[in-house]
């Protein structure tokens, strides 16, 4: 019979393989995504340089709000994490 640590050591070594195949196509997709996002940024700005300059001040401050929403909620995540990571010490920094 099995100890149970070698049961968890087996699991912890899956687990490693099973990200490690993964990783690649998570970084492609963080990647890809960021790519999107710079590009909507870089589409955005070209729409409202088309404005009038009240207009894109309207604009600007509209999607300034819309960012900062968006800054708001990764920041909250990153707190998140921290704190769970802080109430479970020794925990792997792999998930």
């Known amino acids: 019979m099995k100890s149970l640590k ?3 050591e087996r699991a912890e070594d899956t687990t490693h393989k099973v ?7 998570l970084q492609r997709s963080i990647d890809s995504s960021m790519e999107a996002a710079s590009n909507g940024f ?5 729409s409202i340089d088309g404005a009038t300059v009240g207009d894109q001040i ?10 900062a929403g968006q ?3 990764v920041e909250s995540r990153i707190r998140a994490l921290e704190e ?8 792997s920094e792999k998930p």
């Open 6 to 8: 070698e049961v968890l």
């Open 19 to 25: 990200l490690e195949k993964a990783a690649p196509t």
């Open 42 to 46: 870089n589409a955005t700005m070209k």
């Open 58 to 67: 309207k604009l600007l401050r509209a999607y300034r709000k819309f960012l």
């Open 71 to 73: 800054a708001d909620f």
């Open 84 to 91: 769970a990571k802080a109430s479970k010490p020794g925990a």
